[in-house]
């Protein structure tokens, strides 16, 4: 906080406030206070800001008493310094003041944040994300692992401060971690990063409770595993856990994991609620000898009852030689002769929990000792009588009854005539939407306000760096003391979230400005009151539910509902904002008010020495002591982490009734991701069909509005349920020919006992024969589940489908003594779930045909299912995939051919090609078969080939320039002196580069590409291969294909004669030898086609 105050000795006064740090394109405030004035007055106030003078304020003030606050926005700035100056004058017929000091401008930076759909997804899946900006422009791209740019959007428009995209994974990526990256406007950029990996999506989650921290005198502790299905049920299995303590320095795991810890196990069923629990002693750990860490790890599996999933699940104590704690929260650095210090303190055991009812006694510097008894929270808040009180410093010690403690050292705080202000410090979060009292102490002398009987207070409410709340208070003063309490109201809104920074100050009749400042913790709230629920809290598969929200009018929210198995897999992500969103992004400054000058630098009191009551005061000249001017010089702020948790707006409805039957088929990670608009009621309502996976469904969303901004809900959930259905457990992926074991669970959660029999139906994609001998029905009873197996062999390739269904018979055999009941309703459930089926190797299936045609591109244009293809396999395969997408492309586009479903399929195959290639690139810019995993050296000619056909594709698809340009500069690292290029690495089908292996075809290629690209014939690496391909063109062995390439290479160069001569020498060599006449009626009647494979050019393919 800038503040200025008139010099003189006039009466007459003013103070002009306003933040040090100001922010561009963004509501600024500047407050003035006149006093005591006897004229009329010009006030202005000019900021030099990009080399013109701009006018905050020009206005004739004629009132004696004025305190104002005005608003004011400053435009983008260009300067490279955010130093600036502002200059304020007062002029009258007698009064003139002028002050002038720096402040700092800052542009506004956009707050953006990156939302996707979950945080792991599976080769194939489109990965569904949004970005929201609250300010400004951005720019999204798609990295992977490698950092290879896959996907970039140049003209994202936003829709109320968002925008909404997506792509989509090819069925091969490279797995590891990606990330969607925004770009601001200013060039800064906003990471958000997902995984993609092979999984398969957990049914239960395995939790592991034990203390956070025990201490070295506790003998033992209580370690409790659970298993819990996701749609809420216990699991039952077996349990097996270990608890161990790591050595600091482990040995080599040659001498097993002895060597590494020590280490005590357990093992047991789960109970009813699908939990064990052991008591742990703590003596096997020595927990007082050092040479080990200060933890205790725990790792516990449970191994689900009858199909064999094994979970795993971790936690750990920290081990600490704290018995107990006590420590400072609160207190202020400085105390106030007079006015009572104020402080809070936690009492807390080893483990960090709450001591209360303890008494703790409190004592500083003069023998005054109090003592205080700790709250459920543990805490002491204490209020010391500073009235005898005039040292330099005084230290204050806590200690609890007979133990040790905590110190802090306080120094005096200055004024000269030992009048001070003290806002009393608030212990609790102030809520949004109420109204908090603030109790000001104060003590005001003579020499401070002479025979005053009323003193107008002013007090400012700051937040993230703007005046937010300003006003006065009008304080009548007893004819005995002037010292006392007085009471502010401050309403708690969500413009001073997190951190409110409340100013409070009066300036006396000397010129001595009286002021303190504190800060107050406010929950993290919007203005824009976002509330979402579901209208049941439970619902069977396939049923309808409406989704209900409330924010403000006409708000654009944004809403997600994922699987609870999915936020199992990421453990760490959670269905909330980033960081960056809750409001911890505050606005500060990495300049300082000492990094910035004052003209001229003055005091807000004389320096000289002060006597009184006998007491000397100097003025200030160390950092250890403190004055109003340090007040108001600067006021920082920090963030606050208090949880969001607005009130549920919709009471849960009762369960849907079951339906007859259900064919349960749709299985989605992420079932809702839609924009919803509200209407200008302030509500809207999303009807949505419930999936038909038996889970827990979590929600949340965020909304925008032009009036009340940003705004969040909390998570709500919806369990999809019914009381009696069937599980398949099945793997990520199997193989054709392989064996695999295909086990499938019923659950009865119904409150009797049923028979069921379980089938599967058959299949020509598979062949399946049951593991056990197959029973008719099986007896299941209340909580009750039995697993069948079946022994499947798969036939085909791709997505398999697997239908299992179990139905409830009527049968009145008894389950032992218990009686046999039929349900009404849901009598049958039936899963279908598809698995994928991948190929061990390639089974050469052999099939030829021809057709002759007079049009050139006959063939390829009645053919173009031939040549549209999804690229696969090896750097080399994938791209004989990739570039006939884009000639198909090129040439129906010119011959106004191309729909949009072919351009559609073809853009999709370039896309997923694209993704591909960047598996087989190496760190150098190269290209190989295998890529850089398997030690092989980049290939000059498959280098060349992406090279080219990268180029190509531009106009069709991204390709991230980058890509271009490491394959260009690899290129010329390869290029020889006299122009011709070396050969590097190898390439399995020589086919691909006609058949043909010598450095003058390698070089015509290499030319050709690097002339498409286009890059001009005066580029030097261009320039010295047309060197090279003049210098062998006139050779007379030269391979006719070889011819081929240079004449098209010479005809991209502009080269004319060479062309021509090499076209020349081309037509002598084509010949169409005759047949004898009898030949050739025969093969008027019939034509025949001599195909051979190599079975080695097969074995070559298979990568």
Not at 456 to 477: P, R
């Amino acid at each position: 906080l800038v503040w200025l105050l008139n010099p003189t000795n006039s009466i007459s006064q003013y103070m002009v406030l306003l933040p040090f740090l100001i922010h561009t394109d963004s509501p600024e405030k500047v407050c003035v206070q006149l006093t005591h004035l006897n004229e009329s007055v010009t006030l202005s106030a000019t900021l030099e800001y990009q080399g013109e003078n701009r006018s905050l304020i020009d206005d004739v003030v004629s009132e004696k008493d004025v305190f104002t606050c005005i608003p004011f926005s400053l435009p983008k700035s260009n300067s490279t310094s955010p130093v600036t100056f502002i200059t304020v004058m007062v002029k009258g017929v007698t009064l003139q003041f002028r002050s002038r000091k720096s402040v700092l401008v800052k542009n506004s930076e956009s707050l953006v944040f990156v939302q996707t759909d979950k945080p792991i997804y599976k080769p194939g899946q489109t990965v569904l994300f949004r970005i929201v900006s609250l300010d400004k422009d951005f720019r999204p791209l798609n990295e992977d692992p490698k950092r290879n740019r896959l996907y970039q959007w140049t003209k994202a428009e936003l829709k109320r401060g968002l925008i909404q995209l997506s792509f989509s994974l090819t069925s091969e990526p490279m797995q590891g971690t990606y990330a969607v990256v925004a770009q601001k406007a200013s060039g800064k950029t906003v990471w958000h990063r997902f995984s993609v990996e092979e999984y398969v999506l957990p049914k239960f989650e395995v939790t592991v409770k034990m203390p956070k921290v025990i201490t070295i005198l506790d003998k033992k502790l209580t370690v409790t595993v659970c298993g819990l299905y996701t749609f809420g049920k216990p699991v039952p299995g077996l349990v097996s856990f270990r608890v161990c303590r790591k050595f600091e320095h482990a040995a080599t795991t040659c001498y097993g994991e002895e060597a590494r810890a020590v280490c005590d196990e357990f093992s047991g069923q789960t109970d009813n609620y699908g939990c064990i629990s052991e008591t742990v002693k703590t003596k096997l750990f020595q927990l007082k000898r050092s040479g080990y860490e200060n933890k205790l790890h725990v790792e516990a599996k449970i191994k689900e009852e009858e199909t064999g999933v094994e979970l795993t699940g971790t936690s750990f104590s920290e081990i600490t030689t704290t018995i107990s704690k006590i420590t400072f929260e609160q207190s202020d650095s400085h105390y106030k002769p007079g006015i009572p210090f104020f402080g809070q303190v936690k009492l807390v055991d080893g483990s960090g929990a709450p001591i209360a009812n303890e008494v703790v006694r409190i004592s500083f510097q003069g023998g005054q000792t109090t003592n205080y008894t700790t709250d459920e929270e543990g805490r002491a808040r204490f209020a010391l009588n500073t009235s005898t009180m005039y040292f330099d410093s005084v230290a204050i010690r806590v200690s609890p009854a007979g133990r040790g403690g905590d110190e802090v050292i306080h120094r005096r705080f200055y004024s000269p005539s030992k009048s001070f202000l003290k806002i009393e410090p608030k212990a609790e979060t102030l809520t949004c939407g109420s109204s908090t009292e603030v109790r000001v102490h104060y003590i005001f002398t003579p020499e401070a306000i002479g025979e005053q009987k009323k003193i107008v207070l002013y007090y400012l409410v700051m937040a993230k760096g703007i005046i937010k709340q300003a006003g006065t208070h009008i304080l009548d003063l007893d004819q005995e003391s002037a010292n006392g309490v007085f009471l502010l109201q401050l309403p708690v809104q969500a413009d001073i979230a997190p951190v409110a920074q409340v100013l409070v100050y009066t300036t006396a009749p000397s010129r001595e400005v009286i002021a303190d400042t504190t800060k107050f913790n406010v929950e993290k709230c919007f203005k824009n009151k976002v509330a979402l629920n579901f209208s049941a809290s439970e619902g069977l598969p396939s049923s309808d539910v409406h989704l209900l929200f409330r924010a403000s009018p006409n708000s654009l929210c944004a809403v997600r509902a994922v699987d609870k198995s999915v936020l199992l897999m990421k453990s760490e992500w959670t269905l909330k904002m980033p960081n960056n969103l809750a409001l911890s992004e505050l606005r500060d400054y990495n300049y300082g008010p000492d990094t910035v000058s004052e003209e001229p630098l003055e005091n807000c009191i004389p320096l000289k020495k002060i006597v009184v009551d006998g007491i000397t005061y100097s003025p200030v000249v160390e950092v250890n002591e403190e004055d109003t001017y340090s007040i108001l010089k600067l006021i920082s702020f920090i963030s606050s982490h208090s949880a969001i948790q607005p009130q549920g707006l919709y009471a849960t409805a009762s369960t849907p009734e079951e339906v007859t039957e259900t064919v349960r088929k749709y299985f989605p990670e992420t079932w809702i991701w839609s924009l919803v608009s509200i209407s200008s009621e302030g509500n809207a309502d999303l009807d949505v069909t419930i999936p038909d996976t038996i889970t827990e469904w979590k929600a949340n969303a965020f909304c925008t509005s032009a009036d009340t901004g940003f705004g969040l809900s909390p998570t709500v959930s919806l369990r999809a349920f019914q009381p009696f259905f069937v599980e398949l457990t099945l793997p990520y992926s199997v193989v054709r020919g392989e064996s695999f074991t295909l086990k499938a669970t019923v659950f009865n959660y119904l409150a009797a006992c049923i028979r069921v029999s379980v089938t599967l139906a058959q299949s020509t994609h598979f062949l399946a024969t049951p593991v056990e001998k197959e029973e008719e029905s099986h007896c299941l009873c209340e909580n009750g589940r039995k697993t069948v197996a079946w022994l499947v062999t798969p036939k085909s390739l791709g997505q398999v489908e697997f239908s299992v269904s179990t139905e409830a018979l009527q049968n009145q055999q008894p389950c032992g003594n218990a009686i046999v009941e039929t349900p009404e309703k849901g009598r049958k459930d039936t899963v279908i779930r598809q698995l994928l089926v991948e190929v061990c190797g390639l089974h050469f299936l052999g099939l030829a045909y021809f057709s002759v045609q007079g049009d050139i591109m006959g063939t390829a244009m009645q053919n173009l299912h031939q040549l549209l293809q999804m690229p696969f396999g090896c750097g080399e395969q994938n791209m004989v995939l990739f570039a006939p997408n884009i000639y198909v492309l090129d040439y129906l586009n010119k011959t106004e051919q191309l729909s949009e479903e072919v351009k559609s399929k073809a853009i999709g195959y370039l896309v997923s090609g694209y993704q591909r290639q960047l598996n087989y690139k190496h760190p150098d810019g190269s290209y190989s078969t295998f890529g850089p995993r398997y030690g092989q050296l980049g290939n000059t000619w498959l280098t060349a080939f992406v090279l080219k056909s990268f180029a190509q594709a531009r106009p069709h698809i991204f390709i991230d320039e980058k890509h271009i340009q490491d394959a260009l500069a690899w290129l010329s690292y390869k290029q020889k002196e006299n122009g011709c290029f070396r050969s590097s690495g190898t390439l399995l089908n020589n086919a691909m580069k006609g058949g043909v292996d010598n450095e003058i075809s390698l070089t015509a290629y290499i030319t050709i590409a690097l002339l498409e690209i286009p890059l001009p014939v005066t580029h030097s690496v261009v320039r010295n291969a047309l060197f090279c391909l003049e210098t062998a063109a006139d050779k007379k062995e030269n391979h006719v294909y070889t011819k081929a390439l240079m004449a098209y290479a010479f005809a991209l160069a502009g080269k004319e004669e060479k062309r021509k001569a090499l076209l020349g020498s081309l037509e002598k060599e084509a010949q169409w030898p005759l047949l004898p006449s009898s030949a050739r009626a025969q093969h008027r009647s019939r034509l025949t086609l001599h195909s051979t494979w190599d079975s080695k050019s097969e074995e070559s393919w298979m990568c």
